[in-house]
């Protein structure tokens, strides 16, 4: 799968399979205008409102697809091409954006707009994060993996830093339906990089031969029953659930707490993206996987203290430090996660291991957004966020304690996949048990 470019560095090594290089390029442009679109929502939606209910209604609108869709996505991803779906899903969104480009530009845009529109690309998105997480296995070897997924994740960063500023900057000069054109011309990026790309045929008929129902089935029972990875997705939802609603309620922040608008709440997001992308890039570099167990405790203890601690600071530069800890825990933890999961899955059971990933981190998080938005509202968002952050750092705790079982249950897994050569040569051999 890889081509004549030579990319020796460790940091940059994905980079030499050809589909990954374009997978990656058009993927920059369109995260960019994906998180011009966030910004410029939440403004619009706490502008139009003042309610951070609503803030957490639209969040939970956006995002309970993944949840309740998720697996059965998996299952389609697992039956046909992650490459296809991906095209088919990025188009949508592409469509998406534009309806609420026209909506806010013709100046008809309401709260049940950005609502029902925030639901459709729920829809999209409990397809397309699964099929693209899948689709990077696909561009590269085993052994370059790890670093593929930590440098997907420090593109991701990359626009979140350059995205939000931009955001502020656009809307407090023209207007938000401005970011949502601009998000819906980025698509085009990525549908041309996909079609673009080369990629061997996949069989299906094996894959077709039982219902979805069956394949769900299996699908949970295997996730069930493999230990390292059901612990590894619950440690997901609970933080999803108790720690992604902080970013629902930053409007809140930068209005309430910093008094500030649209230029500050890009400021924070760009903080916590700058601090996501370091962290990416931290994991990128690294040549092996092993230890990752002890890097997801740590970053999810640093996450939740980081949580903590930001709700008690009113110093806005203050803040945007804290933010950037909290961003690096939280990017840590999700790429840590992200290896683990893809190189402990069998390859017949990785679009549902994915599927589970992204409704344990995203779809988890609409139930918490709509709490969170609910009890902002009646205590306060600084008091809701550190709520969060404590069950994340006890959730982190409780994981660090059950590390031995769960290196003992990842061993004979990774013994059969040639990644331990010697399972009797200690620790230092066993590739990325949960140390």
Known sequence: MSDRYSFATPLWRSLRHRNYRLYLTGQLVSVCGTWMQQVAQSWLVYRLTGSATLLGIVGFATQIPVFGLGPIAGVIIDRYSPHRVTVLTQSAALVQALLLSLLTLMGWVQPAHIILLGFVLGIVNAFDMPARQALVNQMVDAKDLSNAVALNSSMINAARIVGPGLAGIVVARVGEGACFTINAVSYLAVIMALLAMKLPKKSDESARQFSIAHSLVEGLRYTL?????????????????????????????????????????????????????????????????????????????????????????????LSLVILMGVGFGWMVLIAASNTALQTLADNEMRGRVMSLFSMMLVGMAPFGSLLAGWLADRIGAPLVVATGGAFCAVAGVIFARELPRLRAAARPILVARGIIVDPTAGDEATGIELR
């Open 225 to 317: 029953a493999t230990v390292p990875i059901r612990d590894v997705l619950l440690l997901l939802g609970l933080v999803g659930f108790m720690g992604m609603p902080y970013m629902t309620l930053m409007p809140v922040f930068a209005a309430e707490i910093h008094k500030s608008g649209a230029d500050a709440l890009g400021l924070m997001l760009g903080a916590v993206g700058f601090g996501a992308l370091i962290g990416a890039l931290f994991l990128a570099q690294r040549a092996t996987v092993l230890g990752l167990g002890r890097i997801i405790v740590v970053a999810t203890l640093g996450f939740g203290l980081g949580l903590i601690v930001f709700t008690v600071s009113r110093v806005f530069w």
